[in-house]
């Protein structure tokens, strides 16, 4: 179908397992002969949870809390937090139970966890008497604000007191600072409340391996179908996470696909950003040109809180545009339709649906967009800006290090550190060199062969943005810098999830909010998955 096959082929770490890369749109059909390894051969359970034993020997999880907490935006759970219904130690713990649960080790189990944050628990007595102090009038109380609400992270992104392994069991005594994003949370006075497990070095490290699977955390597996269904990445454990219930939000990242896709698999919202809008600083790189993080939501208004969290200028959403959020409207606008993706009966709808909210739609005539040279850019890139994070650390025992050390030091124990292999990495190292003059060239090309894609069809039909599934267009929306969202669209015969798309030129966040919202609150698609409530 389309450019998206190729797409699918070459950006692998971006979107399904190799049994599925080729089934476009169609459900993924897993057993267990696609896992060489299911859980993790260097953590278990015991060890994650083992700072909060005492705190859980003595929690209990009502039917009050589920009803306070479970699905519910971040508005309404501060909200009950204010009216004194819940309290920040209550909800942490909640989610912590949760992992313990229903995460690793039994038969519902997901493995999308790597590790909880020790500090956790402390912060949200922290934020308690915070909450104690608005409702005696001493401050202002902000239902949209991140206090005391518990986010995971996507374990290639740096926090103190955590470490950060990207999956990979070389890095699994890796203890950096702060990324510059986890301190701006932390400023908006988020709890950290731990890692989640993904598509290990963000799915461009073996190639030959299912998404969701990292050394370190071992396989993902997607709550709608645990092994008939992909997980998609490299957000794989940020994605599963979310869909059960067991963090408020999460944070992800993309260089192509990896936010959208498991957004997408797992029915919930992932934002891509424009690149550059949030700061990179502090995690481990594909393409510092193309990567970015993102949130990753139950639904759009948190998506945008953690957005705004993240952000250097807060006033980029300020909370009356969060409030307003549910007056969005598509009236008037029109959007590109890519015609091949009807055949989804499910985008087939989404697109009617749509175009009932006062849309309207171009049905788009093919045109190939070249981007030859994409994977090159990637292998460049890596080669580069890895050892570059590494010397960024100042930690004195990674300094060195680069592709061939990683590579070097997985073939020690090579059952356990590379059970799949390591194919894309050996890509990186057999990529030619190319001068700081030839990579600028490269990239300059990509951008303006993507660009040229989209305004093409942009200033032939004067369209405002463009309607797509999952994350079916997402290389070529990364190498031109445009934004997406993907917001469920409902679910296949099989119970399979699927994402409704939307892109924008470089820098629209705020209107595909706007629409992601109108289209959220007029067709309500996501259902909590069977077994997990």
């Known amino acids: 179908m389309r450019f998206i096959l190729l797409l699918l082929a070459l950006t692998m770490w971006s979107c399904q397992s190799p049994k599925a890369a080729n089934q476009g749109p169609q459900s993924t059909s897993q057993d267990d002969e696609n896992y060489k390894v299911l859980d993790s051969r260097f953590l278990n359970k015991e060890d994650i949870i083992a700072p909060f034993k005492e705190d859980l020997s003595s929690f209990r999880e009502s039917e009050e809390l589920k009803s306070l907490i479970l699905e519910k935006s971040i508005p309404e759970i501060q909200q009950a937090v204010y009216d004194g219904k819940l309290s920040y130690q209550q909800l942490t713990l909640f989610y912590i139970n949760r992992i313990a649960k229903y995460d690793r080790e039994n038969r519902k189990s997901l493995n999308s966890i790597i590790a909880l944050n020790p500090q956790a628990m402390e912060d949200a007595y922290a934020y308690d008497l915070r909450i104690d102090e608005f409702r ?10 991140l206090m005391g609400m518990p986010i995971l992270l996507k374990d290639n992104i740096n926090a103190a007191g955590m470490k950060t392994t990207a999956g990979a069991a070389v890095l699994k005594d890796l203890e950096p600072q702060n990324a510059r994003i986890v301190q701006r949370l932390i400023e908006a006075d988020a709890i950290i409340l731990g890692k989640a497990n993904l598509s290990e ?13 990292s050394a370190i955390g071992g396989q993902t597996l997607n709550p709608y179908g645990r092994k008939d269904m992909d997980t998609g990445g490299s957000s794989s454990g940020s994605g599963v996470a979310v869909a059960a219930n067991f963090a408020v939000a999460a944070v992800g990242s993309e260089t ?8 997408s698999q797992n029915s919930v ?3 891509k950003p424009s690149v550059g809008t949030l700061s990179g600083i502090g995690i481990i790189p594909i393409s510092t040109y193309l990567d970015t993080a993102g949130p990753m939501s139950k639904n759009v208004v948190d998506n945008v809180i953690l957005m705004r969290g993240m952000l250097s200028d807060k006033r ?3 909370d009356l545009f969060i409030a307003n959020l549910g007056t969005s409207t598509v009236q008037g606008r029109v959007f590109g339709v890519f015609p091949g993706y009807k055949k989804n009966p499910l985008y087939a709808s989404a697109v009617e649906q749509i175009v009932a909210l006062g849309a309207t739609v171009v049905e788009l005539e093919e045109k190939q967009p070249q981007l030859e040279g994409f994977v090159s850019l990637l292998n460049v890139d ?23 050390k990683v590579m070097e030091l997985n073939r020690v124990d090579s059952l356990n550190y590379m059970p799949y292999g390591q194919r894309l990495f050996q890509g990186i190292m057999d990529e030619k060199d190319y001068s700081p003059v030839e990579s600028a060239a490269l990239k300059t090309r990509l951008t303006t062969q993507a660009q040229e894609y989209f305004d093409y069809y942009i200033q032939s039909h004067n369209l405002d943005g ?11 929306a990364a190498v031109a810098f445009y934004p997406a969202i993907t917001v469920p669209m409902g679910y296949d015969e099989n119970g399979q999830p699927y994402g409704l798309t939307f892109i924008a030129p470089t820098e629209e966040e705020k209107m595909l909010y706007q629409w992601a919202a109108a289209y959220e609150k007029a067709t309500q698609h996501r259902k909590m998955p069977k077994g997990y409530n």
């Open 136 to 145: 005696r009038g001493e401050g202002k109380f902000n239902p949209y604000s």
């Open 201 to 213: 070095w963000a799915y461009f490290f073996c190639g030959d391996c299912p998404s969701g699977y």
């Open 256 to 263: 192509a696909g990896s936010i959208l896709s498991p957004a």
């Open 269 to 271: 919202v992932g934002l």
């Open 316 to 318: 980029m959403f300020s």
């Open 382 to 404: 890596m080669k580069k800006d890895l050892p570059a994070y590494f010397m960024g650390l100042g930690l004195p025992e990674y300094q060195g290090w680069d592709v061939a």
């Open 466 to 476: 463009f309607l797509s599934v999952n994350n079916y267009n997402a290389a070529e």
